[in-house]
């Protein structure tokens, strides 16, 4: 008995401490929104970084498949 009250003291702690540092504030001054993020993610990637074209799926045999990856990368995959 003591033990889950114990657990349940740690969980509503817990919660508040969650509750008192993340919930209902204000973004910190500078701080960059997700939609700002979205927009600009390519602006983030190091210099020379290989973007794919586009982001359809590559439908291929298997047997190119094979040729394009290494056995490991390709049992693992496939």
């Known amino acids: 008995m ?3 009250d114990l ?3 740690l969980a ?3 919660l508040m401490g969650v509750a008192g540092n ?5 973004a910190a001054k500078g701080a960059v929104k997700v939609e700002e993020l ?5 602006m983030l990637l190091a ?3 290989d973007v794919a074209a ?6 291929l045999a298997d047997d190119e498949w094979k040729k394009r990856l290494s ?3 390709y049992d693992v995959l496939r």
């Open 38 to 42: 979205q927009k600009n993610w390519k």
């Open 7 to 9: 657990l349940k003291s």
């Open 54 to 59: 586009s982001a359809e799926p590559l439908k």
């Open 22 to 26: 993340g919930w209902g504030q204000k």
């Open 12 to 14: 509503v702690f817990s």
């Open 71 to 73: 056995r490991p990368a």
């Open 47 to 49: 210099y020379g970084a």
């Open 2 to 4: 003591i033990r889950r």
